[in-house]
Each structure stands twice: as structure tokens, then as C-alpha cells.
């Protein structure tokens, strides 16, 4: 499910591998990004970082897999 | 060039007293005192020249256990300066009237007795070294020392200065400069030989307040009251509770000890203040001590002594006996806990913010560092000292960490860190960006 030009509050990450985390305005809780590859988790975290500390707005793609709500795709906007 | 002073770290006798003071009552005493006092300062060359050696090959002390048994020895130079002199009392012999070698002998017990039953510590160096002592040392001798091997009392003139044994606390200095010798061996010089000075009033206090059974509260937290003469306008040679204030005399002059990172002195003199810039970290053991309360050698005299054993390097600055100090409290008290809490609080209350290990919060990123090889990257934290490197736990992970680094560096955003020691070094190992 999009949820659509929304403020990132906060990100999270740590130096274990596909490792990443973030709150979106209106989206309740964490949301891990989905760990499915190194490189895909640091670029969308990348993207969130961006967007939380420039204040810049996303659209992000919320995906439940395996019974767990996890960022899958987003747009800086 | 003064007895207790050189152009090199190593070459240095540690004194009790500053060379400062004698050099203004070397300017301000009446010709006798100036006399004694240029004496005090005259060039030992050979005497400093065995401090570099001993200094030099000295290494940490071992963990293996060593047969405990106090070895005291005091000699007499019998106001010459040959030493260690002609022996005077061994262990176990008698008092002998003689007051210096008498209080010299007790003092060296109560020492070892500190280390021993509160801190396990067999000696000086651990190992049960054998613990020797000079008193009568040259004629009218204002000043004591530890020379690398043994320590060493002078008479004092009688006129300004008592004998220097007269002061336990003097005598827990001078020994406390060979405890840290076999330890942290820290350098003679600038932020380390402050702390270097600051150790040896801590545990020289400490010895004394246990002699006397003072709490914390109780304790007067000078260093050496009772060895000037009267008619001196001097409590003693340093207040650990107020720097600044022991000593206002027109002939040794005015105490210069700061007691705050705002005031610290940063000239060349006193080997870049070695004897001044100590006021700042002993004013932090003060309140941290006050603040746990009771009795300071147990909490508090804990902290500060496993610090100097296992955390600390011959280079270690102010930045690192404070978090050091902060992460070991945390360790014996737990986090957060009202011990640790004390000893942030003496740290703030002298101006360091103390960085313990786990979560450092709200912090600014100062200065973030990568280089083309894997797993590669490092940065500097509002608050913490050194540089602090990513924990290359993945290749990715390091990624990631590092990007909100930029991130936030790059946006003036603050973050929490938490911080790991890993394999001795201290690294960044998670991180929000706020």
C-alpha cells in the first residue's frame, strides 16, 4: 500500500547486514526495510536518511510479507 | 633549571612540591630562604638522568600473583644526597625516635595497606617490590620526590617547611607516582603528567583519610596540611576541594590551580602544569568522592584505581579519565547508578562532558572519514573523544551507518550513537538519525 507525501520522523540503522529502519508520518511503528538484498536496503535507506534530514517528503510502498508490514519501495519527493 | 624540572618528560622528578613555589621564594625569601630554595632547584643531572632509565623500562605491571609481604626499608642520607643512604629501620624493627624516619616508615604502611586490602594491589609494582625510603635528604631540603625507584624526604628548612614527612598524604603521593609508573606510566608532560600528579593526590589523600577513619564529608582534601611552618598563609601545598585557594604567602606566592577546563593553564612552565592543571581532574574526584559519600577509598578510590590499571596509557588525556572513569563505575555499580552518576557529575562540575560506552544521545556529528578499502569509515562525535570507528561488521551495515553519518553532518541533524568496545577500541556500532 502507498502512503503518499509523508515527513520521515526518524531513521535507524547498525552495521549488521541489511539493517534498516524508519517511522513515516501516519504509518504506525517502525518499519523494517525489507532485507532482501545489501545493496537495495542501503539505497532505500539512503533515500529516507535524505528525506528526514532535509525535510524533503516521500511516498512510500508499505508491503506485509510473511505477516510483517516492511518498506519495500519509496519516492523522494 | 629546577631539580624537579627538565626539558623531557622522562628525565623528571616527580616533587611534591611545584617548582613554581620555590622559584618565588627564590625571588621572595629572605636570603637564607632564597639560598635554600635555589638549593632545592639546583640541576640533579645524575639523579634525573636514573629517574629516565628506571621510567623508561618500566612496564605494566603483572596480574600473576607475587608473594604478599610489606618490605619496608628507611635510610638516612644523613643530609647528604647519596642514596638510598645508610639503612635506619627494616621491617618490623622498632620506632626509633627519629620522627622523619619513624613517620616515613608508618606512612609507607599505610600506603601499602591502602593498595593491599582495598585493592588487592601487592606493592608498587604489584609484585611485592620492596619499599624504600630516604629521609634526611641534603641539608634543609624543601621538597620530596619519587626518583623512578625509591622516595625520598627532605627536612624542609624548618623556617617555611616542616619535614616532608610530617604529611602522610605526602608520603601516599610519592608512592602513588610508582604505583602509576608500573601502570598507565603516564608521560610527565602536559594533560597526561597533570593526571599524572592527580592520581598521586588522589590516593595520597586517600591514604590519609583512612588513616584518620574520615568519610568523605569529614576529609579536608588538602594536600600536605601541617608542612608549612607557621607564620605561613598556607593550608597546605593543594586543596583537591577548591584549587586555587591552599596557599596566598608573600613569599611562595599565590596557589595557581585551576578548577575548571575553562581556566586550565597552557604554558610550558611545571612541565605544561603538571602540578597546576592536576586541580582539574582532583576537584572531579572531590565531588564525584562527596557525592557517593562514605568512605572515599571505597567507591570512589575504586573507580579512579581500576582506571589507572586497566583503561589508561601514557598519552591518556583529561577527555579519557573521564569517560574511562564513567564506563568503569559503570561497570563495578551498574549503569546509571548512582555512583556513575557521581562521577559524571565531578566531570561536568569541572567542564568535560563525560562519553561512557552505549547510547550517546542528541549528539552532533563533527567530522565523518572514509577511504577507498572495505569496511572503512570512522567519524568524530560531539562529546567523545577521538576519532570513533564504524564497527566493520558488514560491508553494507558500515554503509549504511556511515550514509546517516553524512547525512547528519551534512544537515546539522543530531543522532543517537550507541558505542562498543570492540577488541580495545571503542566503535559506533548503531544509529538513529534524529
Not at chain 2, 560531539?382 to 546517516?404: I, Y
Given at each position: 500500500?502507498w502512503?503518499?507525501?509523508?515527513?520521515v520522523k526518524y531513521?535507524?540503522?547498525?552495521?549488521?547486514?541489511k539493517?534498516?529502519?524508519?517511522i513515516v508520518e501516519d504509518v504506525?511503528?517502525?518499519?523494517?526495510?525489507?532485507p532482501s538484498t545489501?545493496?537495495g536496503?542501503?539505497?532505500?535507506?539512503g533515500?529516507?536518511?535524505v528525506a528526514?534530514?532535509s525535510?524533503?517528503?516521500?511516498n512510500?510502498f508499505?508491503?506485509?510479507?510473511n505477516s510483517?508490514d516492511?518498506?519495500?519501495?519509496?519516492?523522494?519527493? | 633549571?629546577?631539580h624537579?624540572e627538565?626539558h623531557?618528560e622522562h628525565?623528571?622528578?616527580l616533587?611534591?612540591?611545584?617548582p613554581?613555589?620555590?622559584?618565588?621564594?627564590?625571588?621572595?625569601?629572605t636570603?637564607?630562604?632564597k639560598?635554600?630554595?635555589?638549593?632545592?632547584l639546583?640541576?640533579?643531572?645524575?639523579?634525573?638522568?636514573e629517574r629516565s632509565a628506571?621510567?623508561s623500562?618500566?612496564?605494566?605491571s603483572?596480574?600473576?600473583?607475587?608473594a604478599?609481604?610489606?618490605?619496608?626499608t628507611i635510610?638516612?642520607?644523613?643530609?647528604?644526597?647519596?642514596l638510598?643512604?645508610?639503612?635506619v629501620?627494616?621491617?618490623?624493627q622498632?620506632a626509633?625516635g627519629?620522627?622523619?624516619v619513624?613517620e616515613a616508615?608508618?606512612g609507607?604502611?599505610a600506603?601499602?595497606d591502602?593498595?593491599?586490602d582495598v585493592y588487592?594491589?601487592?606493592?608498587?609494582d604489584?609484585?611485592g617490590?620492596?619499599?624504600i625510603?630516604?629521609?634526611h635528604?641534603n641539608?634543609?631540603y624543601?621538597?620530596a620526590?619519587?626518583?623512578?625507584?625509591?622516595?625520598?624526604?627532605?627536612?624542609g628548612?624548618g623556617n617555611l617547611?616542616?619535614r616532608?614527612?610530617?604529611?602522610?598524604?605526602i608520603?601516599?603521593?610519592?608512592m602513588?607516582?610508582?604505583v602509576v609508573q608500573?601502570?598507565?606510566n603516564?608521560?610527565y608532560?602536559n594533560?597526561p603528567g597533570?593526571?599524572?600528579e592527580?592520581?598521586a593526590?588522589?590516593?595520597?589523600?586517600?591514604?590519609?583519610?583512612r588513616?584518620?577513619?574520615?568519610t568523605?564529608?569529614q576529609?579536608?582534601w588538602?594536600?600536605?596540611?601541617g608542612?608549612f611552618?607557621?607564620?605561613?598563609?598556607?593550608?597546605?601545598?593543594?586543596?583537591?576541594k577548591?584549587p586555587?585557594?591552599a596557599y596566598?604567602?608573600?613569599?611562595?606566592g599565590k596557589d595557581?590551580?585551576?578548577?575548571?577546563?575553562?581556566?586550565?593553564y597552557?604554558g610550558s612552565?611545571?612541565?605544561?602544569?603538571?602540578h597546576?592543571?592536576?586541580?582539574i581532574?582532583n576537584r572531579a574526584?572531590?565531588i564525584?568522592?562527596?557525592?557517593?559519600?562514605g568512605?572515599?577509598?571505597?567507591?570512589?578510590?575504586?573507580i579512579?584505581?581500576?582506571t589507572?590499571?586497566?583503561k589508561l596509557a601514557a598519552?591518556s588525556?583529561?577527555?579519557?579519565?573521564?569517560n574511562?572513569?564513567?564506563?568503569?563505575a559503570g561497570?563495578l555499580?551498574?549503569?546509571?547508578s548512582?555512583e556513575?552518576?557521581a562521577?559524571?557529575?565531578?566531570?561536568e562540575a569541572?567542564?568535560?562532558?563525560?562519553?561512557?560506552?552505549?547510547?550517546?544521545?542528541?549528539?552532533?556529528?563533527?567530522y565523518v572519514f572514509?577511504?577507498?578499502a572495505?569496511k572503512?569509515?570512522?567519524?568524530i562525535i560531539?562529546?567523545v573523544s577521538?576519532?570513533?570507528?564504524v564497527h566493520p561488521?558488514?560491508a553494507?551495515g558500515v554503509?549504511?551507518v556511515?550514509?546517516?553519518?553524512e547525512?547528519?553532518?551534512?544537515?546539522?541533524?543530531?543522532?543517537?550513537v550507541y558505542l562498543?568496545n570492540?577488541?580495545?577500541a571503542?566503535?559506533?556500532?548503531?544509529?538513529?538519525l534524529?
Amino acid at each position: 500500500m502507498w502512503h503518499s507525501n509523508k515527513l520521515v520522523k526518524y531513521t535507524y540503522t547498525a552495521t549488521v547486514s541489511k539493517f534498516g529502519y524508519a517511522i513515516v508520518e501516519d504509518v504506525n511503528g517502525w518499519k523494517q526495510i525489507y532485507p532482501s538484498t545489501p545493496d537495495g536496503v542501503s539505497n532505500l535507506f539512503g533515500l529516507l536518511s535524505v528525506a528526514k534530514a532535509s525535510n524533503r517528503r516521500v511516498n512510500v510502498f508499505i508491503q506485509e510479507i510473511n505477516s510483517v508490514d516492511y518498506i519495500t519501495q519509496a519516492y523522494l519527493v | 633549571m629546577s631539580h624537579c624540572e627538565s626539558h623531557h618528560e622522562h628525565d623528571a622528578l616527580l616533587c611534591i612540591l611545584p617548582p613554581y613555589m620555590l622559584e618565588n621564594l627564590a625571588e621572595h625569601g629572605t636570603a637564607a630562604e632564597k639560598k635554600l630554595a635555589r638549593q632545592a632547584l639546583a640541576d640533579a643531572s645524575a639523579v634525573r638522568a636514573e629517574r629516565s632509565a628506571i621510567a623508561s623500562r618500566t612496564t605494566r605491571s603483572p596480574r600473576a600473583a607475587a608473594a604478599v609481604a610489606k618490605r619496608r626499608t628507611i635510610y638516612s642520607a644523613n643530609n647528604g644526597t647519596q642514596l638510598p643512604g645508610t639503612k635506619v629501620r627494616g621491617e618490623g624493627q622498632s620506632a626509633t625516635g627519629d620522627a622523619s624516619v619513624d613517620e616515613a616508615y608508618d606512612g609507607a604502611g599505610a600506603t601499602f595497606d591502602l593498595y593491599h586490602d582495598v585493592y588487592s594491589r601487592n606493592s608498587i609494582d604489584n609484585q611485592g617490590m620492596e619499599l624504600i625510603s630516604t629521609v634526611h635528604y641534603n641539608q634543609n631540603y624543601n621538597n620530596a620526590f619519587w626518583n623512578g625507584q625509591q622516595m625520598t624526604y627532605g627536612d624542609g628548612d624548618g623556617n617555611l617547611f616542616n619535614r616532608f614527612t610530617i604529611a602522610i598524604d605526602i608520603i601516599g603521593h610519592e608512592m602513588t607516582h610508582g604505583v602509576v609508573q608500573h601502570e598507565a606510566n603516564l608521560v610527565y608532560q602536559n594533560q597526561p603528567g597533570a593526571l599524572n600528579e592527580s592520581f598521586a593526590d588522589v590516593f595520597g589523600s586517600l591514604v590519609k583519610q583512612r588513616s584518620l577513619n574520615h568519610t568523605a564529608a569529614q576529609a579536608d582534601w588538602l594536600i600536605g596540611a601541617g608542612l608549612f611552618a607557621s607564620g605561613v598563609n598556607a593550608q597546605g601545598i593543594r586543596s583537591m576541594k577548591a584549587p586555587g585557594t591552599a596557599y596566598d604567602d608573600p613569599k611562595i606566592g599565590k596557589d595557581p590551580q585551576p578548577a575548571h577546563m575553562n581556566d586550565i593553564y597552557t604554558g610550558s612552565g611545571d612541565h605544561g602544569g603538571v602540578h597546576i592543571n592536576s586541580g582539574i581532574p582532583n576537584r572531579a574526584f572531590y565531588i564525584a568522592a562527596t557525592q557517593i559519600g562514605g568512605y572515599a577509598w571505597e567507591k570512589a578510590g575504586r573507580i579512579w584505581y581500576e582506571t589507572l590499571r586497566d583503561k589508561l596509557a601514557a598519552n591518556s588525556d583529561f577527555q579519557t579519565a573521564a569517560n574511562e572513569t564513567y564506563n568503569v563505575a559503570g561497570a563495578l555499580y551498574g549503569i546509571n547508578s548512582a555512583e556513575q552518576q557521581a562521577v559524571r557529575n565531578g566531570w561536568e562540575a569541572v567542564g568535560l562532558s563525560v562519553a561512557g560506552l552505549g547510547w550517546q544521545t542528541n549528539r552532533l556529528v563533527r567530522y565523518v572519514f572514509s577511504t577507498y578499502a572495505s569496511k572503512s569509515a570512522y567519524a568524530i562525535i560531539e562529546g567523545v573523544s577521538g576519532w570513533l570507528k564504524v564497527h566493520p561488521e558488514s560491508a553494507d551495515g558500515v554503509s549504511n551507518v556511515l550514509k546517516a553519518l553524512e547525512i547528519a553532518k551534512a544537515f546539522d541533524r543530531r543522532v543517537n550513537v550507541y558505542l562498543q568496545n570492540i577488541n580495545g577500541a571503542n566503535c559506533i556500532t548503531r544509529i538513529y538519525l534524529l
